[in-house]
């Protein structure tokens, strides 16, 4: 079992670039959500998406977008990069209701 | 709104002292609880939920919904249980948290 996938691991953009990050769920699992933790707190909730629809959104703007594949697989898009967006994003999946697995995350640096 | 909160930041124990680490939530329905670890180089992981009233790695946590906590206890630390600790609510549809900023538990040998 590979566990959820992120890719890149690691990325950096320029200000008001665009950047797609991706993840590959746990094999089964319809949902994933997506989570920004900037350096020192906790993860925030961005977006969930289920069986390709999304299930809720955290308050981030929305230069921040997502979408859900056919195959469970999702895509975390962010425009106009800021500053601020500099994070460690977290993907995890899960069987709605049960333990929620998560990715090893990617590294953005916007510079 | 829901919310979390986890008042240290950092927590340092002797091995086999009594660890507790504190969070108290806000949440105006019923609130599913639950207790994520990251050890060092490793991605976020489950510890355990106040549901499945579970003791894991011989850590409980009880949800009192008087005082909205949900302490994480261990009667006895050891090394191994130094890692990052954080407190997570789950919303209305499930794989949707919200989590406190985390305590970063150090166990001295």
């Known amino acids: 079992d590979a566990g959820v996938t992120q890719s890149p691991t690691h990325l950096i953009k320029t200000r008001g670039q665009q950047v797609t990050l991706r993840c590959s769920p746990i094999?089964?699992?319809?949902?994933v959500s997506w989570y920004q933790q900037v350096l020192g707190q906790g993860p925030q909730f961005i977006f969930q998406y289920y069986e390709k629809e999304e299930r809720g959104r955290g308050n981030f703007p929305d230069r921040f977008s997502a979408r859900q594949f056919p195959n469970y697989s999702s895509e975390l898009n962010v425009n106009a990069l800021l500053l601020g967006d500099s994070a460690l994003y977290l993907c995890?999946?899960?069987?709605?209701?049960?333990?929620?697995?998560f990715g090893q995350g990617t590294r953005l640096t916007v510079v | 709104a829901q919310r979390v909160t986890q008042p240290e930041k950092l927590l340092s124990v002797f091995k086999g002292a009594p660890v507790e680490l504190k969070c108290n939530y806000s949440y105006s329905g019923s609130p599913e609880l639950f207790w994520y670890v990251q050890y060092s180089r490793q991605r976020l992981q489950l510890l355990l939920r106040?549901?499945s009233r579970e003791s894991i790695k011989g850590f409980t946590a009880d949800l009192n919904k008087g005082e909205t906590s949900f302490h994480l206890k261990k009667p006895f630390a050891q090394e191994e249980d130094s890692a990052m600790y954080y407190c997570?609510?789950?919303?209305?549809?499930?794989?949707?948290?919200?989590f406190g900023t985390g305590t970063s538990l150090t166990v001295i040998p």
């Open positions: 106040h549901i």
């Open positions: 094999s089964g699992h319809k949902s």
């Open positions: 997570a609510l789950a919303g209305n549809t499930g794989n949707q948290f919200y």
């Open positions: 995890a999946s899960s069987l709605i209701g049960v333990e929620a697995f």
